[in-house]
């Protein structure tokens, strides 16, 4: 049966923080809110972590992960950036954006896309997930909370444990977020790409572009 911890959403209490990061470094998948929705987290290279993901949102090995991270400096380990694509994600991290780049060798082979070697990386404006980041040392492989069926992401915590409790480890609960996924950006192209609208904003984008 999973944990349940009710932290706040703006000053975390660090001790709940502290186990939360036990629980991911023990192996275990947890639950957690961020800017946009709420999502699944574990340890970036903990398999067996990722294949219960798989389970819980019924996808295939081309489900893509993200590596939520807790700034820009820990970019560069796991990704290729550019002069102008740093500056773009600058301009709005943190922040509910997701960010494809080319992955360096950092990254195991099974989080990327298979064709084009990509990772999604972003930086959330959410307490809560920057701490865990902060607290780990690193960033967190992670998948947007919706379970099969569902037109959403899972929104109420309560809920999230009554349907979850033999399924992950720890369920965090920091109030409402939203069910609205991130804005997707690729920045392997010629130039950024809108591959998915989300919450983020891209009218600043179009203008730039």
Known sequence: MSQYFVIHPKTAQKRLIQRAVQIIDQGGLIVYPTDSCYALGCHIGDKHAMQRIRRIRQVNEKHHFTLVCRDLSELSTYAMVDNSAYRLMKR????????????????????????????????????????????????????TLILPGDAEPMSDPQTMRERLEHEVDLVIDGGYCGVKATTVINLTTESPTIERQGKGDTGWLVDAA
């Open 92 to 143: 709005c991290t943190p922040g509910p954006y997701t960010f494809l780049l080319k992955a360096t060798h950092e990254v195991p082979r099974r989080l990327l896309s298979p064709k084009r070697r990509t990772i999604g990386l972003r930086v959330p404006d959410h307490a809560v997930a920057l701490q865990l980041c902060e607290e780990l040392g690193g960033p967190l492989m992670s998948s």
